[in-house]
């Protein structure tokens, strides 16, 4: 498991988000509410910059005409054309056989830590 120092963690406070680019790969690193969150900055739909995407909670169905909230600031829409992505698993919402990748992020001292698998 490689490890990445990729930002300070008083450059990415609640509601920042950085893109970095490690091994070739783009990556964005988005703290939401305190919580970081690292996936790979290419959507499986059609390659787009997800991680510039709005980060929003889940619309669901309550009852036949209206509709509700779930898992609050949990999902993140790709700019392009609005798919959605559960920011823990990388699961898409709008086609469950896709997926984007996700990384292990942690805050160490005072950097932002991306632990990453093979190259
Ligand atoms: S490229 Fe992301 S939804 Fe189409």
Known sequence: MQKHRVAKTADL?????????????????????????????????????LCKGRVR?????EGET???HERENEIIK???????????????ITDDSLRVRTYRVETEGEDVVLYLNGR
Do not use: Q
């Open 13 to 49: 406070p609640p509601g920042e988000r950085e893109i970095v680019t490690v091994n070739k790969r783009e990556i964005g690193i988005l703290n939401v509410d305190g919580t970081l969150y690292a996936l790979r900055n290419v959507c499986p739909h059609r390659l787009g910059p």
């Open 57 to 61: 909670p889940l619309v669901v169905w």
């Open 66 to 68: 209206n509709i509700g």
């Open 78 to 92: 790709c700019p392009w054309h609005n798919w959605e992505f559960d920011l823990k698993t990388g699961k898409s």
